[in-house]
């Protein structure tokens, strides 16, 4: 397995690129990152969707979410 390179080694790496390549390559990573998130989102969604079919929570209203926040 090859080793993963240190993030001062990527940023080094980036420099030698051309600036249409550190664009692209700046739009790659912002997608990659979005694309993360949404599935981080789904997995704590599905997570909660369990936990409240197994009753470990309980609806609220909107202000009594807003309630327990602000206390």
Known sequence: MPAIPQFNEVLSA??????????ALVDILRRR??????????????EAEEEFRRGLGKA??????????TS
């Open 14 to 23: 980036a420099d030698g690129l051309s600036l249409e390549d550190q664009e």
């Open 60 to 69: 609220v209203t909107v202000k009594e979410l807003m309630d327990e926040i």
């Open 33 to 46: 990152l979005i694309e993360r998130r949404r599935e981080v989102l789904r997995a704590e969604i599905e």
